[in-house]
């Protein structure tokens, strides 16, 4: 808002030297290159039959680096948790949506749904995935809190909450699972492999669509039955 | 094939300067909707140049969340500065009670 113009001035110098650092060094670093890698899709088509999946991308994911996974659905789990820390939803806005995305919400939520299940299922043959089906499911969410629902207080106490927490429940369940049996983490039994990784990306797909539409809301919603 | 080959690298070429004039207008554009409203364009720009190097899946994930929710939630925000900053923007279409109550 109040922008100190003159206290500024050596920052900026400081800035653009800084910045130019990094371009030279960024310039470097892309020549420096070498122009063909090999790259790990060697290793990745070996080992595709043994990860459940035919998609790469996907066996990639959430079969030879789930750990990664686990910890982005961790990120973005922190990161509605950081938003709800800010506070609860400040005011209700109690603008009418209008008839024309009213209508338009009703006929591309069912749409939506229905999209991101194909995508979290065709994400074991062909580019989708959990986070792709989840963002869908998000859009779908942002929609309808366009139009002006909210979500009732008796689903935005511990359901929410458990809702939310699924996708990362699930996805350390099987992690803890598979060490109990003897495996490491996230290593999965190739027989089991293919529906362990449906089993997450399901959960993950829903837990990551109601965050990303929760994140839309942008606050804590009001817990309990208000009378 | 030699004409397709040309379309195509003029068609890369025209995607790329264009990322980077979006990115640079986004950037540089004083009004924060209409940055808002650049940074999605170049999502959806971005998905383009995704496709055009083979990662349908990072296209995907782009256009849903680099274009869509991020531009949402960037909207949202918007919103809730400017009926935080009692700011007369002109850009507001839904919450102009919101201005009213505020106003005074």
Known sequence: ?227 | MEAVTLLQSVFDTVLGLALLWLAWRALASPDLFRAIVLFIAFGLLMALAWVRLDAPDIALAEAAIGAGLTGALLLAALARLESRNETKMLHKNDNESEAHDQGC
């Open chain 1, 1 to 227: 808002m109040i922008r100190g113009v003159d206290k500024q001035t050596p920052f900026r110098w400081l800035l653009m030297v800084f910045l130019s650092f990094l371009t030279v060094g960024l310039g470097y670093a892309v020549l420096s290159l070498p122009a063909q890698t090999p790259g790990l899709s060697d290793y990745v088509a070996e080992n595709i039959e043994n990860s459940g999946v035919s998609n790469p991308v996907t066996a990639v994911l959430l079969n030879f680096r789930g750990y990664d996974t686990l910890l982005e659905i961790g990120v973005l789990l922190l990161a509605l948790l950081g938003v709800w820390s800010l506070g609860g939803i400040t005011k209700q806005r109690e603008s009418s949506p209008g008839p024309v995305l009213d209508m338009l919400s009703r006929m591309l939520v069912p749409l939506l749904i229905l999209v991101a299940g194909y995508l979290l299922w065709i994400g074991a043959h062909a580019p989708g995935g959990a986070f792709q089906a989840g963002a869908v499911l998000g859009a779908a969410g942002v929609l309808l809190l366009l139009a002006g629902w909210r979500p009732g207080a008796r689903f935005s106490g511990l359901p929410l909450r458990i809702t939310l927490v699924t996708g990362l429940g699930m996805f350390v369940a099987v992690g803890i699972v598979l060490i109990l049996v003897g495996r490491r983490l996230l290593e999965y039994l190739p027989p089991f492999a293919g529906a362990l990784i449906l089993l997450i990306e399901a959960a993950a797909t829903l837990s990551i669509g109601i965050t990303l539409a929760a994140l839309f809301l942008g606050g804590r919603p009001e817990v309990g039955p208000r009378r």
